[in-house]
């Protein structure tokens, strides 16, 4: 497929008129350096190389601007790594693994950092034909059977209320159901997902993504935190840092998160795993406590990311600007929430704080509704009475007012959690955790 696609994607980059080579020449002169290099490339299609000055362009140009305003440079980021990942793997050795995994990892940072605009099936189809002729899944390190057992963790008094569970599901959603948060029980609306049981399973997981895949990953318990960071790795190394039945965890250094990263598009074999309910399509008014509320601006209205981390794994309290259906897919995830009218209580990081919350890499600063999307300072999960001492002592308004009002579950595999917008939450795995958040 390589050489004929690259042929495609050539013909398409010369017809002024296609709809990707109306948005590339956006990118003003530097689509025509653009063509001229990818002509270049066709004559001497092992110079992968040629396209690396345009992916870096590319990407400080995207980083520097809104999405509303990158498309261009987002298909030029995409379109440079397919041609990239072509021509290393064109030209290579049948057993070329390095060339043929430098190849899946330019097609999976297209999607992760650039969202692959118009390319996703197409690289999709790509990497499966990389990894069908050149890679094959290699056993994985071999891992001690002994687990240590779980040490009890630490339950503070931060609330003083539980989720309401709502059985049976409610017919309509309207109103009354939108305005508060609440559980639909395991093994109900959810009883027939197949990720029930296959995303427990870590060869399961390595086989729907093939060898040589990257994911992004936080580093770190905290992203409030100076050393948190983030960074690409690869799929496998990242599992294996996770306790699974059939494997445990590697010893490992370093808290290894992946949040809030939409692995259904880039891992589509998982999308046939879910159902979507009912409820993400429901079109809810605003609710009172939320009247700046409007649904994700894209075609769906529909936001679907995935939460998979290990034991311990904490999301401080931070806000929202979406409803939220929040399925527990493995394992088990304490969730804590207060309604909007604590925000005052919360000691949250704003704009006029220095503090690290507010620095770019806070996942919780959501551009759409800025004003609305705080994170606290408060640990609400603290990890000893000790820390929960300490912070009364920091937040004393926090701990006086907001116990009150605030709620807590533990969800299990199967449990939906919903819960309206602009609602202050914070969530701790309490095992190796995968969760799927549907915005709406």
């Known amino acids: 497929m390589s050489l004929e696609f690259f042929d495609q994607l050539l013909a398409e980059l010369s017809d002024e008129s296609h709809p990707c080579t109306v948005d590339l020449r956006r990118c003003g002169s530097a689509y025509l350096e653009f063509h001229a290099a990818a002509c270049s490339l066709r004559d ?7 396209m690396k000055p345009f992916i870096d362009r ?9 999405p509303s305003q990158s498309l261009c440079w987002r298909r030029l980021y995409t379109d440079a790594s397919l041609f990239c990942a072509i ?5 290579s050795a049948q057993d070329d693994d390095a060339a043929a995994t430098e190849a899946v990892a330019a097609l999976d940072r297209a999607i992760i950092i650039a969202g692959a605009p118009g390319r996703l099936d197409a690289i999709n189809q790509l990497i499966k034909d990389i990894q069908d002729n050149h890679l094959m899944l290699k056993p994985l390190k071999s891992s001690s059977s002994h ?4 040490t009890q963790m630490y339950h503070s008094s931060a609330f003083f209320l539980s989720v309401p569970y709502i059985h049976p599901p409610p017919n309509v959603f309207g109103r009354e159901w939108s305005q508060k948060p609440f559980v639909l ?3 109900g609306y959810v009883q027939g997902w197949k990720a029930l049981s296959s995303w427990a399973s870590i060869d399961y997981l390595r086989s729907v993504a093939g060898p040589g895949r990257l994911v992004p990953v936080e580093v770190g318990k905290d992203y409030r935190t100076e050393e948190w960071t983030q960074r690409l790795m690869t799929w496998d190394s990242f599992l294996e840092s996770l306790d699974f039945p059939e494997h445990p965890a590697q010893p490992q250094n370093e808290v290894l998160y992946l949040a809030q990263h939409n692995l259904l598009m880039q891992f589509p074999t998982l999308e046939g795993d879910i159902g979507i309910p009912e409820y993400v399509y429901a079109c809810p008014d605003p609710p009172s406590c939320y009247p700046a509320y409007k649904p994700p601006g ?3 209205g529909l936001v679907i990311n995935v939460w998979l981390g290990p034991r311990g794994t904490i999301s401080p309290a931070h806000t929202d600007p979406f409803f939220n259906c929040y399925a527990q897919v493995v394992g088990r995830k304490t969730v804590w929430l207060a309604p909007p009218d604590v925000s005052d209580l919360m000691y949250s990081f704003d704009t006029s ?3 690290t919350a507010d620095k770019s890499h806070n996942p919780a600063a959501n551009a759409t509704e800025p004003s609305m999307c705080n994170t606290s300072r408060v640990d609400v999960f603290p990890d000893s009475a000790e820390a929960e ?6 937040f004393p308004r926090f701990w006086k007012e907001v116990p009150q009002k605030a709620m807590c579950v533990t969800l299990a595999p199967g449990d939906v959690l919903f819960f309206p917008p602009g609602w202050w939450h914070a969530m701790r795995s309490e095992e190796t955790s995968f969760s799927v958040s549907m915005w709406f």
Do not use: G, W
């Open 185 to 187: 029980q395991r093994h």
């Open 44 to 50: 001497n299609v092992d110079s992968s190389t040629s």
């Open 389 to 394: 001492q300490a912070s009364r002592d920091a």
């Open 353 to 355: 704080t220095s503090d």
């Open 298 to 300: 894209n075609a769906d």
């Open 87 to 91: 021509s290393e793997v064109s030209d």
């Open 147 to 150: 687990k240590h057992p779980l």
């Open 58 to 66: 590319a990407y400080r140009e995207m980083s520097s601007l809104p």
